[in-house]
């Protein structure tokens, strides 16, 4: 049985566009993704301040609200050192999501590697070991922060050659705050060099996938640009995004002056509101 309900899509945009999107967003409540706080410059500075800032903006919003988390190194460094660190920026952007009522947290996916696209799962490419590292940064602290403010860890397709590592990544923290992110833009690009399709993505993560982040591109770079003014066939991704039993977040990221005329546009071809 897949969604009965329409898809709404939401935005990720800053703090001080709310105010200039704000009968856009309220009206149907849309996902809302705020990419400030994971930064340095809030993460060290007053972050609580910039916190009021937005709950001010955001006064009367219902609808469901995350954040794009740090991206300080990998999520799975090789020096321990390192990893602590990284754990430290994820702490620092849950204490915020906390502070805000924020649902999600968007982090990115650790497999940067060389490599054929179609790398199975298996010992002998020290997938294991990439694995264990991840744990040793998102561990019971982390996931235990996470389930306290009921927020979800949204891991993103970055360089992924493939679903499969990533989704395995996912599953092994057998958490409900741990779930995949599927990027289309950035699967168009891996799919170039003979990555599967987009729609492909959403397919293998399934009841894995929390959140979709919608932009286009010529599949050269990671250029954002508004659906449907790129390369990327968006009629298979909505479909199957359709024929899931949930409803992953789905959030625009792309420039805030394209929004309503990107929503216009889904509307027109039958694949979102």
């Not at 309220?26 to 990419?35: A, G, H, N, T, V």
């Not at 219902?62 to 090789?78: C, E, N, V, Y």
């Amino acid at each position: 049985m897949s969604n009965e309900k329409p898809l709404i899509v939401g935005a990720s945009m800053g703090v001080e566009h709310v105010p200039l999107l704000r009968d856009w967003l309220f009206e149907k409540q849309r996902d809302l993704e705020l990419y400030e706080f994971g930064q340095p410059a809030i993460l060290d500075g007053d972050w609580r301040a910039h916190v009021e800032k937005a709950k001010a903006a955001l006064d009367g919003f219902t609808g469901r609200l995350g954040i794009h988390g740090p991206d300080p190194a990998s999520l799975a460094p090789w020096d321990p050192a390192v990893s602590a660190v990284v754990k430290r920026r994820y702490l620092q952007s849950l204490e915020a999501c906390g502070a805000l009522g924020a649902t999600h947290m968007v982090i990115h996916s650790p497999f940067r590697f060389l490599g054929n696209h179609y790398l199975p799962n298996t010992p002998t490419l020290d997938h294991d070991d990439w694995i264990e590292r991840a744990h040793r940064t998102i561990d019971a602290e982390v996931l235990d922060k996470a389930a306290s403010i009921n927020c979800v860890l949204q891991i993103e397709n970055i360089w992924d050659p493939n679903p499969g590592l990533l989704l395995a990544l996912v599953k092994s923290f057998d958490s409900d705050y741990v779930r995949m992110t599927v990027d289309i833009g950035h699967a168009f690009i891996a799919h170039q060099n003979g990555a599967p399709t987009p729609d492909w993505w959403i397919r293998e993560a399934g009841e894995w996938l929390g959140h979709v982040h919608l932009q286009d591109t010529d599949g050269y770079a990671d250029r954002h640009w508004p659906p449907g003014q790129g390369q990327v066939d968006w009629f298979p991704v909505f479909n199957e995004l359709k024929k899931l039993r949930h409803h992953p977040r789905l959030i625009l990221e792309i420039a805030s002056a394209a929004h309503i005329d990107v929503t216009r546009w889904f509307a027109e071809q039958g694949y979102a509101q």
